[in-house]
């Protein structure tokens, strides 16, 4: 069966190529009005002697007909027995739309009524006439097509495939393959993903699925009609993100290979937006048997938010990212503790002491758990005695609080050792003694034996910090000059305070006592914030001030000093520039040789850092083991 374009024979209102023919006439060609004269020939133009025609959509058929002077009476065309179109000019038109007639094998025929130009007075008279007719055998096919369905859909070798029956009627068109991202009743976006005009392909492989909830279904089109075929549902599980194990601030992740790793284009882990500007990539690969990745110096201090990522190897142009499989980790950089404003770790057990704002809890360092606690909703300095390991408070009277029962305290007021206030920088000595202002001298204190032992009448010993043992004391002296500080050593007897040097000349931002040692002084020389005019590095010395020389210095990041931990031997300088969350790092060092231990990476919702025994401690919550 030859399947011809009809538009090429007479149709889209275009004159067609006509062909000529000649009939000789018979009786049966004649309407019986008269008898016409049978010896005369013929002529009408017509289309070409194609013998069969295929009608699946509507179509403009156009006529032309060369009569040779014969009057035309009557041009009717017919489909089987029903009339389609009349006219009684040479030249017309009509429109044909199969779909009103049926499907199959049908009969055109087109019959013309003409004079007979026989001269006969009933030919004059317009009585007599000839017939002429054509027909044409015609395949209908131009209602709606019928549905295609899927008869499968699974997993070939790495990709999906689907499978549909093949459509057998004459008005097909093409297939399209439609792909909703979600169930069949949710009100997801839904994408043509595969089109094809040959009927024998009734399979497609999706590049674009590689995992999660889909709905597939397959539309025909025939007769610029279509039918829409029943929708399937599919889940197949996506990769899940998991944790293989966790060590300090660096973590082994896995997940499951991807079922249809050939369609996979590459995984990635990421940090969201959230966390970082813009999103940062922690693992990227495209190889699909990656499914394991440590990834090392993860943002430690709060609750981290991982993505794993597949992307497949098809894009299908979606409004957001719903082609992309995720799966999202919540974890943390740390172990969970209590939260906290302040906190101060004691250097003669394995504890430490947090305040939140309302409480003050002693907590065990290796289980985190409380000991004991006490209510105190304000204070501005905190201490822990090396004499006998009490911790006190200032607030401004001073509070001591029994290390194993924080319930049990006494409170002192500046009036009982005889001096008229405390210094901000009180301490307490390893031989129980106190120091603070008397009038506009200092005045030293023995706890043990109730005693003010001297009031030191020389000038500018006010607001001193006295050493752990109690024998020397500094006092920081402004040069008045670029930030320019001296730091005067006293040397400290039962008689008075003996100026016995100073420090090198310094932009000292910290001076500290270092706990647990004699007599040493830890000094950052630099800016805690970067500075206007620029520093890349700060320098922490210790000075000895019984000896009165600098022991060690060493380079440091510009930050934060956060504090000295003397069990371990190290001091923490914590970078907190505001301009740059991706800085935020903290350095520990081990002051006694100068050399960097760890950088630890920081997340930005941070207030507050600490170290303490190998631990960093978030004020979020969170406290790290950089020891292993």
């Keep these: ?60 058929v156009t006529y032309d007909l060369n009569t040779f002077g014969l009057k035309i009476y009557n041009v009717e065309f017919f489909v089987g027995d029903q009339s389609i179109h009349q006219g009684t000019e040479a030249i017309g038109f009509f429109g044909f739309n199969p779909g009103l007639y049926g499907r199959g094998m049908k009969v055109l025929t087109m019959q013309i009524t003409t004079s007979s130009s026989t001269g006969s007075l009933a030919d004059r008279l317009g009585m007599e006439a000839l017939v002429f007719q054509q027909n044409w055998n015609i395949i209908l096919d131009g209602e709606a097509p019928n549905p295609v369905e899927i008869k499968k859909i699974y997993n070939d070798k790495g990709v999906l495939k689907l499978e549909w029956e093949e459509y057998t009627r004459i008005n ?41 909830n889909s709905t597939y279904w397959v539309v025909v089109e025939g007769s610029e009609q279509s039918s829409i075929g029943t929708k399937k549902e599919i889940n197949y599980p996506e990769p899940r993100l998991d944790t293989l194990w966790m060590r300090s601030d660096s973590a082994s992740f896995i997940w499951r290979k991807n079922q ?15 966390y970082s500007k813009p999103p940062a990539v922690l693992f990227s690969s495209t190889n699909v048997n ?41 974890l943390n950089i740390g172990e969970k503790c209590p939260k906290w404003n302040k906190l101060l770790g004691s250097f003669t057990e394995n504890s430490l002491y947090l305040w939140n704002g309302e409480r003050i809890s002693k907590i065990d360092m290796d289980t985190q758990k409380e000991l004991s606690s006490v209510n105190n909703k304000y204070f501005y300095d905190w201490f822990i005695s090396p004499y006998d390991g009490a911790l006190y408070t200032h607030n401004p009277n001073l509070t001591r609080y029994n290390k194993n029962n924080l319930a049990d305290q006494q409170t002192y007021s ?35 034996e109730n005693r003010l032992i001297f009031t030191e009448n ?20 402004n040069q008045g000059y670029a930030g320019k500080v001296v730091l005067l050593i006293y040397e400290v007897t039962d008689t008075g305070m003996r100026k016995i040097g100073q420090t090198p000349e310094g932009n000292y931002s910290k001076t500290i006592w270092i706990p647990g ?10 800016y805690e914030d970067e500075h206007p005019w620029g520093t890349e590095e700060n320098t922490v010395t210790l000075f000895n001030a019984q000896t009165l020389t600098s022991e060690l210095s060493f380079k440091v990041e510009v930050g934060h000093l956060t504090n000295v931990d003397s069990y371990t031997r190290q001091v923490a300088v914590w970078d907190e520039n505001p301009r740059s969350d991706e800085k935020r790092k903290l350095y520990v060092y081990n002051f006694e040789t100068g050399k960097l231990v760890t950088e630890i990476n920081l997340t930005p919702s941070i207030e507050h850092l600490s170290i303490f025994r190998s631990k960093v401690f978030s004020s979020n919550g969170y406290y790290l083991d950089y020891s292993n």
């Design 1 to 60: 069966m030859k399947q011809i374009i009809f538009q090429l024979i007479f149709i889209a209102s275009l004159l067609s190529i006509f062909y000529s023919c000649e009939f000789e006439p018979s009786s049966e060609n004649f309407i019986d009005l008269a008898r016409p004269d049978t010896t005369r020939q013929i002529s009408v133009d017509l289309s070409p002697f194609e013998r069969q025609y295929i009608f699946t959509k509507f179509a403009n």
């Design 172 to 212: 097909f068109e093409r297939y399209i393959v439609y792909r909703k991202f979600g169930k069949i009743g949710d009100q997801a976006e839904t994408h043509q993903i595969a089109e094809f005009t040959d009927r024998k392909q009734t399979t497609f492989s999706d590049f674009s699925y590689i995992g999660g």
């Design 260 to 274: 249809f790793y050939n369609a996979v284009k590459k995984m990635e882990i990421s940090i969201p937006e959230s």
């Design 290 to 330: 990656d499914t394991t990745v440590t990834i090392n110096h993860l943002r430690f201090g709060n609750t981290l938010k991982l993505t794993l990522s597949a992307f497949a190897k098809a894009q299908v142009n979606l409004f957001d990212d719903k082609q992309i499989q995720k799966s999202e980790l919540i």
């Design 414 to 448: 500046s009036y009982d050792f005889g001096f008229h206030t405390f210094w901000t920088t009180t301490s307490i000595s390893s031989d129980n003694r106190i120091a603070g202002p008397v009038g506009f001298y200092a005045g030293y204190y023995d706890l043990t």
């Design 458 to 477: 020389e000038n500018n010993i006010d607001w001193c910090q006295f050493s752990p043992d109690g024998k020397y004391a500094f006092k920081a002296n």
């Design 517 to 526: 040692y004699e007599h040493t002084i830890m000094l950052l020389n630099g």
